[in-house]
C-alpha cells in the first residue's frame, strides 16, 4: 500500500527558531492535510493543502502533488508549538481513506 | 456548537470484556472513520464508513466491529478478540470520503486491565 514518510522523526528548537518538516508520499493522494496533536491527544487541523501553499500566521505550507512531497514551515517557534506533528493524505483503495505519517515530534525549548 | 464528540474520554475495562466507544458528529458530514494510535506512533486506520449503512475494513480491523445506522453516528466497538485493546482511539469525519478535510474528535483513552 502507499508510504507517507516524515522527516526529521524528531526535532528539537530554541524558542525563535525556524523550521521545515517533510512529507513524502510514495504514490498519489487525492488530498493532504496536516494537524498538530496537543499533549492532549486533541488533533487540530493545520492546512488542508492539496496543492500549493498556504499561510497561517507563524505556519505556511506548501504541496507539490506533481512530486508526492509537502512541506510544513514553523517560523519564530514558541514553546506553545511544541508536540507532534501529523500529514495524512487519501488514496482511492476501492473506497476513500485517509492515512498518516508516523509524525515529527517538536519540542521547544525556552 | 458543531463539531465530533467521543464519549467517554478514558475507558477502563476487564480484559476479555467487549466494550463499545461513542463519536456522534453534528457537521452533516457522510463519512466517519475510526483511528487507532499508540504510544509515540501514528494513526492507523480500523474501520471506516462512506455514507449511512455501509462501512468498509481499514488496515487493522481484526477484534473490532462497527455499525452505521445513522449519519452522525458511529460507534466502534472492541472486541475480546482484540489481543491488545489499550489504546488511543480516535474518530473523524469528512464531508464526503473523497478528498475532503478531515476533523477529529477528542479520542478515548481506552485501558483493559
Known amino acids: 500500500g502507499i508510504q507517507v514518510e516524515q522527516s526529521p522523526p524528531d526535532l528539537i528548537l530554541q524558542e525563535g527558531a525556524n523550521s521545515t518538516l517533510r512529507c513524502n508520499f510514495s504514490?498519489?493522494?487525492?488530498?493532504l492535510q496536516w494537524f498538530h496533536q496537543n499533549p492532549w491527544g486533541q488533533l487540530i487541523n493545520l492546512f488542508y493543502i492539496p496543492s500549493g501553499t498556504k499561510q497561517n500566521g507563524r505556519l505556511s505550507a506548501t504541496t507539490v502533488a506533481t512530486e508526492r512531497y509537502s512541506l510544513l514551515y514553523i517560523s519564530s517557534s514558541q514553546t506553545t508549538d511544541s508536540g507532534v506533528y501529523f500529514c495524512a493524505g487519501t488514496v482511492n483503495t476501492g473506497g476513500f481513506k485517509t492515512i498518516f505519517g508516523a509524525g515529527t515530534r517538536l519540542f521547544v525549548k525556552a | 456548537d458543531g463539531g465530533i464528540t467521543q464519549s467517554p474520554k478514558y475507558l477502563f475495562r476487564k480484559e476479555g470484556q467487549n466494550v463499545t466507544l461513542s463519536c456522534e458528529q453534528n457537521?452533516?458530514?457522510?463519512?466517519m472513520y475510526w483511528y487507532r494510535q499508540d504510544p509515540g506512533q501514528g494513526l492507523r486506520l480500523i474501520y471506516y464508513?462512506?455514507?449511512?449503512?455501509?462501512?468498509q475494513k481499514g488496515d487493522i480491523a481484526e477484534g473490532y466491529s462497527v455499525s452505521r445506522e445513522k449519519k452522525e453516528s458511529f460507534p466502534l466497538t472492541v472486541t475480546s478478540a482484540q489481543k491488545n485493546p489499550t489504546a488511543f482511539y480516535l474518530c473523524?469525519?469528512?464531508?464526503?470520503?473523497?478528498?475532503?478535510?478531515?476533523?477529529f474528535g477528542q479520542g478515548t483513552r481506552l485501558t483493559v486491565v
Open positions: 473523524a469525519s469528512s464531508k464526503t470520503g473523497a478528498g475532503t478535510e478531515a476533523f
Open positions: 504514490d498519489s493522494v487525492n488530498n
Open positions: 457537521l452533516n458530514h457522510d463519512a
Open positions: 464508513s462512506q455514507i449511512v449503512n455501509d462501512f
